[in-house]
């Protein structure tokens, strides 16, 4: 079953702050964030374990809410540089098998 | 060099036509996936292969098989290709070790069919 991300789109001026959804209608043991410039191949942002842990680097950050089957990706103060395509990858079972959202486009103008 | 390369990187094929499109990969990962991806729908997984002998259907393998020559080489093939797999195409690997892992993707083949 496919995570459901929200919004499916989001348009920001530089600085702004923006956050983006992924939600499972199953448990999950991991939750993947990618980013994707158009182009280009995907690249991977961070990983959250189940455990309710929340991680960042930089100004992007995630948090995982392991009984609602949600995590929540972060970007504050955002930057030209974040703009792209953002995909959130749930793994159910930790056999290191992804299933994806249909991504979430974010555009940062200046 | 890139460690995850794919070929060819653009395709034009014709309805019917068998093709196969090739990954290669330098990172001695034993587990590679090929996804394809279309506008609005994300990445959805074809097939995966955790080691040479270990072959697996994704969600949307109908149409499509793949080949593990070799630890680093993981090629997908269309049997008889169709409008409808016109998509960009993307390998990825990964490394079993631990249970934070991420998945590195090659640069992606662009499929047409006519």
């Known amino acids: 079953q496919q995570p459901v991300q929200s919004p499916q789109a989001v348009i920001l001026r530089e600085g702004e702050d923006a956050v983006i959804n992924c939600s499972s209608s199953?448990?999950?043991?991991?939750v993947h964030w990618y980013r994707q410039k158009h182009g280009e191949a995907p690249i991977f942002l961070m990983i959250?374990?189940?455990?309710?842990e929340q991680k960042g680097h930089d100004k992007i950050s995630a948090s995982f809410n392991e009984k609602k089957q949600q995590s929540s990706l972060y970007l504050t103060a955002s930057q030209l540089s974040y703009s792209g395509t953002y995909f959130c990858?749930?793994?159910?079972?930790?056999?290191?098998?992804?299933?994806f959202g249909q991504g979430t486009r974010l555009t940062i103008n200046p | 060099d890139a460690d995850v390369t794919q070929t060819p990187r653009n395709r034009i094929t014709k309805t019917g036509k068998r093709i196969m499109l090739e990954c290669s990969q330098t990172?001695?990962?034993?587990?590679m996936y090929w996804y394809r991806q279309d506008p609005g729908l994300g990445l959805r997984l074809i097939y995966y292969?955790?080691?040479?002998?270990?072959?697996n259907k994704g969600e949307i393998s109908d149409g499509y098989s793949v080949s593990r020559q070799a630890q680093a080489k993981f090629s997908l093939s269309l049997e008889s290709a169709i409008p409808n797999q016109t998509a960009l195409y993307f390998c990825?690997?990964?490394?079993?070790?631990?249970?934070?892992?991420?998945?590195?993707f090659g640069p992606g083949t662009r499929l047409t069919v006519t």
């Open positions: 199953k448990a999950l043991y991991s």
């Open positions: 959250l374990l189940k455990g309710g």
């Open positions: 990858g749930t793994d159910l079972q930790g056999a290191q098998k992804l299933v």
């Open positions: 292969s955790f080691d040479v002998k270990d072959i």
């Open positions: 990825a690997t990964s490394d079993p070790q631990g249970e934070a892992y991420e998945q590195y």
């Open positions: 990172k001695g990962h034993d587990r």
